[in-house]
Nanobody
Framework: QVQFVESGGGLVQAGGSLRLSCAAS????????MGWYRQAPGKQRELVAG???????YYVDSVRGRFTISRDNAKNTVYLQMNSLKPEDTAVYYC????????WGQGTQVTVSS
């Protein structure tokens, strides 16, 4: 099994930036692609960014050009740099394998005020 601990969220004004971190522990050798997901109130959880073991990245259209996913394999950590934040980015952010394969962590709340 793998456990995830997300951190770095907070309250920020529109146009601001945040950097999220996801520390993975356990049988991380089994993970190839990692993803950042988010769930806004009343909406389904969605994948917003992913990164393969080789470092290739992919994004949902709504965040492309503003968010950057990266990973440090030595630290078993995945990051999400979020710039030019918008109120519609407000959500709880989670990390997990892509496709989802393990239990969710507690997530980290991101709130963007207008």
């Amino acid at each position: 099994q793998v456990q995830f601990v997300e951190s770095g969220g907070g309250l920020v004004q529109a146009g601001g930036s945040l950097r999220l971190s996801c520390a993975a522990s356990g049988s991380t050798f089994s993970i190839r692609s990692m993803g950042w997901y988010r769930q806004a109130p009343g909406k389904q959880r969605e994948l917003v960014a992913g990164i393969t073991s080789g470092g290739s990245t992919y994004y949902v259209d709504s965040v492309r050009g503003r968010f950057t996913i990266s990973r440090d394999n030595a630290k078993n950590t995945v990051y999400l740099q979020m710039n030019s934040l918008k109120p519609e980015d407000t959500a709880v952010y989670y990390c997990n394998r892509d496709p989802v394969g393990f239990s969710w962590g507690q997530g980290t709340q991101v709130t963007v005020s207008s």
